[in-house]
């Protein structure tokens, strides 16, 4: 149900059940937490995408339909567990989304770092016209991403937006022509994998907790891991590397 490939630095985890529009089981997430693993331990920065006309549909509503509530429970906190091994792990996480990005696929998603969408991807978590409830993580994370108002809306009335809306409701951070997220997400993801790991580890791991707390406390933590990271090794030779001009400046957009 999953491939995996490495590409140098980047591991790309491909989700493959396209007669079920990807469809996630419960064996779907224990290789989905497998692959993970393998890429926490062999690359510096992943990539989910899905193989055939979809990234994933959601749900797979005929085993879920099967569960008793304890079991349900259990499914919802192994989701939970494996999406928070990429949210919260060593390196950062792309994802590469076309056509449909449902239930939980868009939870899937919203557990990555960076989301990059194809103009033939379409958004929807159609939870609440099935009389179920997001279990992936969603009422957090996608929550988190667009705001709780527009979630409660996708609930209650099954609205599906497009790759543009979504861009604007910061679902997505990129939107590419058909056929181009792939190739999109694994160049984001092979630049981001040139980055110090502490600082990657920092930003992805720092970042959502900060968010997370009060705001003195938030500057109190920032000025602890700011301080930190600029310590290391790979900082100190970077930051020489800048001041000594033996490294580019940043440049403004569509300029090289």
């Not at 999953?2 to 989700?15: K, M, P, Q, S």
């Not at 005929?62 to 792990?89: C, I, N, Y």
């Not at 868009?106 to 009389?131: I, N, Q």
């Not at 609205?159 to 160049?187: H, I, M």
Request: glycine share 10%; net charge neutral.
């Amino acid at each position: 149900m999953v491939t995996y490939e490495l590409r140098g630095d980047v591991a790309l985890i491909g989700l493959n059940r396209p007669e079920k529009r990807n469809a996630i089981s419960d064996r779907f997430v224990g290789e989905i937490e497998a692959a993970v693993l393998r890429a926490r331990s062999e690359a510096r920065a992943g990539v989910i995408h899905g193989h055939g006309k979809h990234f994933c549909a959601g749900l797979d509503l005929a085993e879920h339909v099967q569960k008793t509530p304890l079991q349900g429970v259990e499914g919802s906190r192994k989701w939970h567990d494996v999406f928070t091994l990429m949210e919260f792990g060593r390196i950062p996480w792309f994802c590469a989304l076309h056509g449909a990005v449902v239930g939980g696929g868009l939870e899937l998603a919203s557990a990555t770092h960076v989301r990059v969408a194809d103009e033939t991807a379409f958004f929807a978590l159609p939870e609440g016209t099935r009389g179920i409830f997001v279990g992936g993580g969603g009422s957090v994370r996608a929550a988190r991403l667009m705001g709780v108002a527009r979630m409660t809306d996708m609930m209650l009335t099954g609205r599906s937006v497009d790759a543009e809306t979504a861009e604007r409701w910061n679902l997505v951070q990129y939107v590419v022509p058909e056929g181009r997220a792939l190739e999109k997400a694994v160049e984001l993801a092979a630049r981001a994998a040139t980055n110090a790991d502490f600082s990657n580890y920092a930003v992805i791991n720092a970042l959502p907790r900060i968010q997370a707390m009060a705001r003195d406390d938030g500057l109190f933590v920032e000025s602890f891991i700011s301080s930190f990271s600029a310590t290391t090794p790979e900082a100190e030779e970077r930051l020489r590397a800048f001041l000594e001009k033996r490294a580019g400046k940043v440049a403004a957009p569509g300029r090289s």
